[in-house]
């Protein structure tokens, strides 16, 4: 018996040592996902619902703003754009034009873009009969508003660095939570035990919602990335400078002003937002070719339905359009000679390079418009999903905090296992700069409020 006990006592405790540390990596696990989720929760409540407003942004103009953006299909052809922006002027007298949006489909409204001053306004017109629908100022465009409340434009222009580190936590977020959900041998994983009025209802909610949700978080948070004002911008000009984005060759030995497409095209598509825009040759005495003539060339250009042609500006301006159709592959910029009306610049969806590619298809993808219903939905349950993630991972919090305490994870006893976890955490954030930046900030901020508990008391 005594050998049997002998022989047993150090497997024993190898498998005592095994849970201890598994228990330690646990809690650092839990820690830094504590902390990932007081950072992001508030905001991912925030993009989440924004976000879902915006999958429907057709339906809900097609509805709520019937008014305005619908109109009854006539026999007789639509007026052309250069009487249309006419009508417009004379709706708003002391504002000048700027674009012409295209009808997309037979029973839609054109739309005209003026400028007064810094503000924009948009005038809704009738192609067939070419009365006015409506105006309204662009910042004030319900879908505007609800795009600039999604990317905080609202808070300012280095607000939108807060939705890049987001994005980061987000992606420690999905995978912390899947180290924590991780089966060891107890309930919860894929089923909810007890009743709403038990912290256990509310953890096994929250990690079977993330069970299903965890994937669609994380492709969210890396789809939204490319538009983020540090990370974004970096991949745009990585990848343009490796001929994986912008089609460099199609501004090669070609006159381009300093002026970017983003600057003349409300929807030049993320790859083309720092494309520069060509330049008209000299200017001959006929003149310029005039906004129907330009027109009609994009029309036998294969130009589709619902492009948006920014006019010239100045001598040496062109006629700009762009078109961002929900099917991705169609997506086209074109610009014309002011006075010759030949094509200085045409891109197809094919020309972009494979980086491009990928993120147009990507935000496509986010934006829910590039399988119909079907991908809207599937968005829709993923913004909701990370809607009941944040609610139930609050209330859970709420339940377990101590009176008068915050309720922090503590660290494990030990310190390699601390180091280690945040090491790993610390790769994740060098990934994504910002949220790397915000990383070291929470720890000098846990470092100094760890010494101020330990500080004796007088």
């Avoid at 007789?76 to 002027?89: E, H, Q, S, T, W």
């Avoid at 846990?446 to 500080?455: E, S």
């Amino acid at each position: 018996m005594s050998i049997l006990l002998h022989g047993s006592a150090p497997a024993y405790g190898a498998r005592a040592a095994l849970r201890i540390s598994r228990d330690a990596v646990y809690r650092a696990v839990w820690r830094w996902h504590f902390y990932a989720g007081l950072l992001c929760l508030p905001f991912l409540i925030s993009l989440s619902a924004t976000g879902a407003l915006y999958l429907f942004k057709d339906e809900i103009n097609g509805s709520l703003f019937a008014y305005r953006t619908q109109v009854v299909p006539q026999a007789v052809p639509a007026l052309g754009p250069d009487r249309l922006i006419f009508n417009a002027v004379q709706a708003v007298p002391d504002a000048a034009p700027l674009s012409y949006s295209d009808p997309a489909t037979p029973d839609s409204s054109a739309v005209v873009t003026l400028a007064s001053g810094v503000r924009r306004i948009l005038v809704y017109l009738d192609p067939y009969t070419g009365d006015v629908l409506d105006r309204v100022a662009r910042d004030a465009e319900f879908m505007n508003v609800v795009r600039g409340l999604h990317s905080l434009a609202y808070l300012g222009a280095y607000a939108n660095a807060v939705i890049e580190v987001v994005a980061g936590f987000a992606v420690i977020l999905v995978v912390t939570g899947a180290y924590l959900w991780w089966p060891r041998g107890r309930g919860g994983v894929v089923s909810v035990r007890g009743t709403p009025r038990h912290r256990v209802w509310w953890r096994d909610l929250h990690a079977v919602t993330g069970l299903v949700a965890g994937a669609g978080l994380l492709f969210l948070a890396l789809t939204g990335l490319p538009w983020s004002i540090w990370w974004g911008q970096q991949l745009r000009t990585w990848s343009n400078a490796a001929g994986l984005g912008q089609p460099a060759a199609l501004w090669s030995n070609r006159p381009v002003s300093t002026v970017p497409l983003r600057e003349r095209l409300s929807e030049p598509g993320w790859t083309l937002q720092d494309a520069p825009v060509p330049r008209s040759g000299a200017a001959p005495a006929a003149g310029t070719i005039g906004i129907d003539e330009a027109a009609a060339i994009l029309v036998r250009l294969g130009m589709p339905r619902g492009y948006e042609l920014a006019l010239p500006v100045g001598a040496d301006g062109v006629y700009a359009a762009s078109v961002y159709p929900h099917d991705v592959t169609r997506q086209r910029v074109i610009a014309l000679d002011q006075y010759t009306g030949a094509p200085l610049l045409d891109v197809h969806f094919a020309d972009l390079g494979p980086v491009g590619r990928a993120i147009q298809y990507g935000i496509g993808i986010h934006k829910g418009e590039h399988w119909g219903r079907a991908n809207q939905l599937a968005m829709l349950a993923f913004c909701l999903a990370t809607i009941l993630l944040a609610v139930t991972a609050g209330t859970m919090w709420w339940k377990r905090r101590p009176a008068g305490g915050l309720g922090v994870p503590p660290w494990p006893r030990d310190r390699r296992v601390a180091l280690t976890v945040t090491a790993l955490v610390a790769v994740l954030g060098a990934l994504f700069p910002l949220t790397g930046l915000a990383i070291l900030a929470m720890l000098g901020l846990d470092l100094a409020a760890q010494r101020v508990r330990k500080r004796p008391r007088a």
